[in-house]
């Protein structure tokens, strides 16, 4: 009997535990999956990212561009109804839009009042001729012989095509007054590798450049003194190709703590910092001035855009605008120069692709019309000098649907103005041999010489320089 009861108690008692342990196991797992369906479900009733996968702004290709070739994955005529710039042309839009067009004219009514091209120009033209007698740069030195001459130093010819203005620099800069030989004077330290030459050298290619890079900063930190006394932070490269935002993936210390110059220079980037590091305009080189820029009478077209479609906001500006009389929108690239466009459109339209980044606000300022700025988060170049507003229009990709609305608002004062000035700014996004006053090497030199550390690091040693 006493056998039989200690039975009938054990059982159960086994039984409420494996029970009880089951019921803890499990809990945790039943509160995660139906916490994860109720985010689901509140997203999916508050946005639109699972119903509509081309709603966000910030939307792009998948895959690297800069590395991969890619294509817009449907054509401009199929382009979803819902595609996010695509926002229907109601009063209650209209009315909506209304706010950023009248925030447009009152802003260039405003920096009308400040007709200056420059923020200040008393303290640019002031710090401008300091830089010009004080600031000087060393440069890590490389011999001819170097396996690696070619990506270190200065090219013998007038570079060509989108990518020139980093080897344009570095040739200017090599037969500048502000470099020195003495490190305990230099206020910089120039690493002169090129990424646009190691991107085509067999040797390194797009695949090598992080290696070379990493080796590269190893080797001068164990030969020369000089990096390791601020880890990089009074050093700086120039690159133009947006392959350079990934070259420092194995040298995270450059990314972080030097001063990149870069044309690749927007804020949604990882490791770029706008006031750390500087935006270099994109220059593809003209070899002569165009003839009769102001004649107005010849500027007939509102505005121009000719280019590949290669990101969202030049597929909604050509779903819009291709077929506009006054609005030039061309699909693909013109197969001779497009010159005779630019001279006779009063705007030309810098429109992102994938990249913030290219040549056509430059091409627009030498031909004298006024660039339109279709680039969201861009660091405009010289941002920290030039006054934009001045001469350019700068547009938001929400308001592609009333672009000629804005453009047709501004009035022929207005538009005056701003060409006046753009013909102004031209000199500062031209590179000549020799350098010229304020042109866009020295241009680049005073944004350098902008950032130059407070205090300079002396060397405690006597050392011997190459």
């Not at 709603?55 to 998948?62: A, K, N, Q, V």
């Not at 004219?105 to 009308?112: E, N, V, Y």
């Not at 200040?120 to 600031?135: A, G, H, P, Q, R």
């Not at 003194?225 to 947006?242: E, I, L």
């Amino acid at each position: 009997m006493g056998k039989s009861a200690f039975l009938i108690y054990h059982v159960p008692k086994k039984r409420y535990s494996s029970s009880f342990k089951a019921f803890f196991f499990f809990l945790p797992i039943c509160l995660g999956f139906t916490t994860f369906f109720l985010v689901l479900i509140y997203i999916y009733t508050t946005s639109g990212v699972l119903t509509n996968p081309h709603s966000s702004p910030y939307l792009e290709p998948t895959k690297n561009s800069t590395l991969i070739e890619q294509t817009i994955p449907f054509s401009i005529d199929n382009t979803a109804e819902d595609l996010f710039f695509d926002l229907p042309r109601t009063p209650n839009y209209a009315k909506q839009s209304q706010w950023s067009i009248s925030d447009l004219f009152r802003s260039i009514g405003d920096s009308m009042n400040n007709t200056d091209i420059y923020h200040d120009t008393d303290i640019f033209l002031e710090d401008y001729k300091e830089m010009n007698k004080s600031f000087k740069i060393f440069v890590y030195p490389h011999t001819k012989d170097d396996p690696f001459a070619n990506v270190l130093l200065p090219v013998d010819f007038d570079p060509k095509g989108h990518y020139a203005s980093e080897l344009y620099f570095k040739k200017a800069l090599f037969n500048s007054h502000f470099i020195t030989k003495n490190p305990n004077e230099a206020d910089l330290f120039y690493m002169p590798f090129s990424i646009a030459e190691m991107r085509h050298d067999p040797r390194i290619g797009p695949e090598g450049l992080q290696d070379f890079i990493r080796t590269y900063i190893f080797n001068i930190s164990h030969k020369f003194p000089y990096w390791n006394r601020t880890n990089g932070a009074d050093h700086f490269y120039v690159a133009c190709h947006s392959i350079g935002r990934v070259a420092m993936d194995k040298a995270v210390e450059v990314k972080f703590n030097a001063i990149q110059v870069v044309c690749s220079s927007t804020y949604f980037v990882a490791g770029y910092f706008p006031h750390k590091d500087i935006s270099m305009p994109q220059i593809w080189p003209k070899e002569r001035d165009p003839p009769s820029i102001f004649l107005s009478k010849r500027r007939k077209q509102l505005a121009f855009f000719a280019g590949s479609v290669n990101s969202l906001v030049r597929v909604a500006l050509l779903k819009h605008w291709r077929n506009d009389s006054e609005i030039f929108a061309h699909f693909g690239r013109f197969k001779t120069d497009d010159g005779e466009q630019l001279l006779r459109s009063k705007f030309c339209l810098h429109v992102k692709g994938f990249e913030v980044n290219a040549a056509r606000i430059t091409d627009a300022l030498h031909y004298g019309c006024v660039p339109v700025i279709l680039a969201n988060h861009y660091d405009l170049p010289f941002a920290d000098i030039l006054n934009w507003k001045s001469f350019s229009v700068i547009v938001h990709y929400m308001d592609i649907p009333v672009l000629k609305k804005i453009l047709q608002g501004i009035s022929l004062d207005e538009y005056s103005w701003l060409q006046s000035n753009a013909v102004k700014v031209r000199k500062h996004f031209h590179w000549n041999v020799p350098p010229v006053d304020y042109d866009a090497f020295y241009m680049a030199m005073y944004d350098l010489w902008l950032r130059r550390s407070s205090i300079r690091v002396r060397l405690t040693a006597s050392l011997e320089y190459m």
